[in-house]
T-cell receptor, first 113, second 114 residues
Framework: DAGVIQSPRHEVTEMGQEVTLRCKPI?????LFWYRQTMMRGLELLIY????????DSGMPEDRFSAKMPNASFSTLKIQPSEPRDSAVYFC???????????FGQGTRLTVV | AQSVTQPDIHITVSEGASLELRCNYS??????LFWYVQSPGQGLQLLLK??????LVQGIKGFEAEFKRSQSSFNLRKPSVHWSDAAEYFC????????????FGSGTRLLVRP
């Protein structure tokens, strides 16, 4: 398996623009997580999906952020409109049902100028 | 509330020397504890985990960690560090139902001197 695949690896956008980050979890994994990593706040869980359903979105910072998982093999994290303080590395992770090991993607480094 | 503290932001050791990275957690129940490593530009890779049983757990790449309930600690150790171990290390506690939610410490960056 290719692991968790995130795209793009790097994204530079202007303030106010819409940004969409993509994630393909490992096949057969039914749990998916979006994390954000910043120098100031470290690694934070943004949202957790189980069987494509959002279970915990308490970490989503504000309404500008939204996440979807239309099927078991794809998820998106959208920021609209983007702001410079959204600059961070965004990680997607997945794990299988009943499993304990989360597999992380390589992350998307987002820069909002 | 659950939390994880890694008191050392940076640690520098010489290649071949032993290593210990500190981790303290705060969690009401029996914690699920993890150590992850992040190499530059990469995602996180699981080194080892503790759920129950033997308090000394072995992981990949020669790492081990010891769970000490009395000290609320889960320190990571390696007897002999290699230059390739230079990376950032994160301790995490699993919280929530089925411990799905990983709460990470702030990380310790390991530098290895030749």
């Amino acid at each position: 398996d290719a692991g968790v695949i995130q795209s793009p690896r790097h994204e530079v956008t202007e303030m106010g623009q819409e940004v969409t980050l993509r994630c393909k979890p490992i096949s057969g994994h039914n749990s998916l997580f979006w994390y954000r990593q910043t120098m100031m706040r470290g690694l934070e869980l943004l949202i957790y999906f189980n069987n494509n359903v959002p279970i915990d979105d308490s970490g989503m910072p504000e309404d500008r952020f939204s996440a979807k998982m239309p099927n078991a093999s794809f998820s998106t994290l959208k920021i609209q409109p983007s702001e410079p303080r959204d600059s961070a590395v965004y990680f997607c992770a997945s794990k299988e049902a009943g499993g304990w090991k989360a597999f992380f993607g390589q992350g998307t480094r987002l820069t909002v100028v | 509330a659950q939390s994880v503290t890694q008191p050392d932001i940076h640690i520098t050791v010489s290649e071949g020397a032993s290593l210990e990275l500190r981790c303290n957690y705060s969690y009401g129940a029996t914690p699920y504890l993890f150590w992850y490593v992040q190499s530059p530009g990469q995602g996180l890779q699981l080194l080892l985990k503790y759920f129950s049983g033997d308090t000394l757990v072995q992981g990949i790449k020669g790492f081990e960690a010891e769970f000490k309930r009395s000290q609320s600690s889960f320190n990571l150790r390696k007897p002999s560090v290699h230059w390739s171990d230079a990376a950032e290390y994160f301790c995490a506690v699993g919280a929530g139902d089925s411990s799905y939610k990983l709460i990470f410490g702030s990380g310790t960056r390991l530098l290895v001197r030749p």
